[in-house]
């Protein structure tokens, strides 16, 4: 019988956009791939799949996206045998919709059916789309490949249940569902006993995590037992779930770091009523209160929309003043963009382009100046910094976050990833401490 070489081991090229369940995805697609055999790349050109995992959250993503996949097909068109796809929110939210503006796809995979990717690949003679939102699907048992460093990103929840109308997510992801407390802790362990030193928990609403009795704060709780794990982060709450359990596990556990990102989205009642946010201004102010009244030296950050349809000048003011007056440390700020298939969409904007960018603008320039006094106010202060490694700026100098989550820079005394070491901040800018 005539002998067969085995064949070259498949390569895989995969890219990423969006929010860091996306990226946590990758770690998971990039497990599921390993284990049949593929190996990664990082150049396009050596690739015999090339697959972007993507994002639909405002229109600008899904456009790189599209612009990213015309310059793949070049590989494509060179070597046929080249399978193309799109994994993640777009493949949920555009389905075969997408061939429409890819013809030549291969596989169109939402973030339920990764479990399944490599026999799709295998098979896709014909473009294969898999988009079912399975709530079932947590892939509890799949290890995902994690990135090197210090730090490990682990998705404890998946999907969303809350709607917000201008937010595609539900209709991406699918439905609220926990992973089991003892698959978590299973995989906090594998983490760390591969060296790492800080958890981040992720979640569309993170803190909306319930496993039979086991609440986010239990599941906080639960993972700070781990021995040999430093730090513990998690995101994005959703402020109408943060819970006296929560709160406390914050305060009891010094392994869960003193930050929290609380999403705003708006300060105006009238505009977050039309977002469906379940929270008034007044909810949110006293939450924010409570929140650092118990965790000393809290660092907060936000989302904020801007030109949200009917939001009119006096919205604006009220979000811009609520900004002053919160003193988030960072914030990450959006112009409103229409999504097809959410309840905003069918809402008439109100606002145009140029007047959202104006309000963006404004709105960048007064929280940079908070977040640099916010910064200002470090200095002097003996921190706890988590080594990262070099930092890009300036040269011989190391870089990590702080507890509190800031950018911490300092002179290379040798210390490794992962170390913890105690710094004094000497200056600030808006984005960095730097220490000695
Ligand atoms: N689950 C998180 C946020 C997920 S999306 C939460 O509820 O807080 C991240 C951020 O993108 C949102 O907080 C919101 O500020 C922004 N965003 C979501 N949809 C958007 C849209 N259609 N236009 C502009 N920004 C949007
Ligand atoms: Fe989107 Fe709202 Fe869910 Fe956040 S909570 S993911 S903004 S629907
Ligand atoms: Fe984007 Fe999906 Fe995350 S739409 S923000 S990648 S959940």
């Not at 097909?73 to 993640?88: N, W």
């Not at 591969?194 to 958890?199: A, D, L, Q, T, V």
């Not at 409570?290 to 939001?311: C, K, N, W």
């Not at 960072?330 to 112009?335: D, G, N, Q, V």
């Amino acid at each position: 019988m005539a002998e067969f070489p085995e064949p070259a081991p498949r390569r895989v090229f995969l890219e990423t956009y969006g929010c860091q369940m996306n990226v946590a995805d990758a770690e998971l697609v990039g497990g599921v791939l390993r284990r049949h055999g593929y190996l990664r790349t990082e150049d396009p050109a050596q690739a015999d799949v090339l697959l972007l995992n993507t994002c639909a959250i405002r229109e600008r993503a899904e456009e790189r996206v599209l612009g990213r996949l015309s310059e793949l097909l070049r590989f494509k068109i060179e070597r046929p045998a080249v399978q193309l796809g799109v994994l993640g929110c777009m493949a949920s939210h555009l389905r075969e919709r997408l061939l429409d503006r890819a013809p030549y796809l291969d596989v169109i995979v939402g973030p339920d059916g990764y479990r399944d990717l490599p026999a799709l690949l295998d098979d896709a003679v014909d473009p294969r789309i898999d988009v079912r939102l399975d709530r079932g699907e947590t892939y509890a048992d799949l290890a995902p490949d994690h990135a090197a460093g210090p730090r490990a990103w682990l998705s404890v929840m998946r999907g969303c249940d809350k709607f917000c109308t201008f937010c595609v997510v539900p209709l991406t992801r699918g439905r609220e569902r926990s992973l089991p407390p003892d698959a978590v802790v299973a995989q906090v362990e594998a983490a760390v006993a591969g060296g790492k030193r800080e958890i981040v928990f992720l979640g569309q609403t993170v803190n909306a995590y319930r496993s039979n009795d086991v609440d986010f704060g239990g599941l906080l709780r639960l993972a700070a037992q781990v021995d040999g794990l430093e730090r513990i982060r998690f995101t994005s709450p959703h402020p109408a779930e943060v819970s006296d359990s929560l709160i406390a596990a914050m305060v009891d556990e010094r392994k869960v770091m003193p930050y929290i990102h609380m999403p705003l989205q708006s300060a105006s009642d009238r505009i977050l009523h039309e977002m469906a946010r379940d929270y008034t201004v007044a909810d949110y102010r006293a939450l924010l209160a409570r929140l650092r009244e118990a965790i000393p030296d809290l660092a907060v950050s936000t989302d904020l929309i801007v030109g949200f349809p009917g939001e009119d000048e006096s919205d604006y003011a009220a979000t811009a003043d609520f900004l002053a007056e919160a003193r988030y440390d960072f914030a990450y700020l959006f112009k409103y963009s229409a999504r097809p298939g959410t309840r905003a969409f069918k809402m008439t904007e109100t606002v145009t382009e140029e007047e959202k960018g104006r309000r963006l603008k404004e709105l960048i320039e007064r929280q940079e100046q908070v977040s640099l006094e916010k910064n200002q106010d470090q200095v002097g202060r003996e921190v706890e910094v988590m080594v990262e490694g070099p930092a890009r700026r300036p040269t011989g100098h190391l870089v990590g976050k702080s507890r509190n989550f800031k950018t911490t820079v300092f002179p290379d005394d040798g210390a490794l990833p992962g170390d913890l070491v105690r710094v004094r901040v000497e200056s600030a800018s808006g984005h960095t401490l730097l220490a000695r």
